[in-house]
């Protein structure tokens, strides 16, 4: 499985960002997919999850409200829509492939990872 992250860049605070990760595999509808983050010297942190159907998603409680993740099974992508960002937002941002297709909220659910696209917000 390939995961390749994009959408990243630089935003005021307040402002909004897309995240895109396309996924290669016909198996990608039956993955859950992931979004994690890590900022300069931290740890990579949980973001959002969605389950392989898009029933059921997560989020980490700073983004609750702010983020959304959504999913096109038809396109093999997973989306991250980012809603009034921070500067403590500012982090890489990668993408993860659930082989077990639940919306896994911890790293060691992840298989798969993408490169990361880094986000960076100014306030």
């Known amino acids: 499985v390939q995961l390749q992250a994009s959408g990243g860049g630089l935003v005021q605070a307040g402002g909004s960002l897309r995240l895109s990760c396309a996924a290669s595999?016909?198996?990608?509808?039956?993955?859950?997919m992931g979004w994690f983050r890590q900022a300069p010297g931290k740890e990579r942190e949980f973001v959002a999850a969605i389950s392989w159907s898009g029933v059921t998603t997560y989020y980490a409680d700073p983004v609750k409200g702010r983020f959304t993740i959504s999913r096109d099974n038809a396109k093999n992508t997973v989306y991250l829509q980012m809603n009034g960002l921070k500067p403590e937002d500012t982090a890489v941002y990668y993408c993860?492939?659930?082989?077990?297709?639940?919306?896994?909220?911890?790293?060691?659910?992840?298989?798969?990872w993408g490169q990361g696209t880094q986000v960076t917000v100014s306030s």
């Open positions: 595999g016909r198996a990608f509808r039956s993955y859950g």
């Open positions: 993860a492939a659930d082989l077990a297709g639940v919306a896994g909220r911890t790293k060691n659910d992840y298989s798969y």
